[in-house]
């Protein structure tokens, strides 16, 4: 079933009208018509009777509609909370980085990052191994050489320099 066009009866159902609902959702009123007559014949019933003034559900639209709306309604819903992390980032940064890597910069841009953002928890997981990005869970790895898997995104933090063995 095609939700844009659930969601779309929806519309038409709440507005009473299909010229409504194409200009609320900023569509031409025939895709409208067009979206609503697919999901009828998918379905295989017709939810509206319509006349040239007026719209009326069928008994099937009726329960169509009710459940519909509350999955519509639902689906938003979901949207609009996830959006919110783009705006207020809350849950689990999970860190990689080599276990001789400067653990105090980490961790004092750690701190920084819970200070800005105080919903988020930040593990930090320091190892020499490759790891599975996806499947162990980690959103960010620190290395010191590039990155062979291309459907990763790399960015370079900076440049590092030996000595004697050493890092400075």
Do not use: W
Request: with cysteine; glycine share 6%; proline share 3%.
């Amino acid at each position: 079933m095609d939700l844009n066009a659930a969601m779309i009866f929806v519309r038409v159902v709440r507005s009473g009208s299909f010229t409504k609902a194409a200009q609320d959702l900023k569509v031409p009123n025939s895709t409208v018509s067009d979206r609503v007559s697919d999901l009828e014949k998918n379905l295989g019933v017709s939810l509206l009777v319509r006349t040239t003034r007026k719209l009326r559900l069928t008994d099937a639209g009726s329960i169509f509609f009710k459940k519909a709306e509350l999955a519509v309604a639902a689906l938003l819903s979901a949207g609009e909370e996830a959006s919110l992390f783009q705006k207020r980032p809350a849950g689990t940064l999970k860190i990689t980085a080599p276990a001789e890597f400067d653990f105090t910069s980490i961790c004092e841009a750690a701190i920084e990052y819970g200070k800005k953002f105080p919903e988020v928890k930040v593990e930090l997981c320091l190892t020499d191994r490759i790891v599975d990005m996806i499947g162990e869970g980690f959103d960010i790895a620190i290395r010191a050489s590039p990155v062979k898997d291309s459907s990763l995104t790399a960015k370079q933090l900076g440049i590092v320099l030996l000595r004697h063995g050493k890092t400075q």
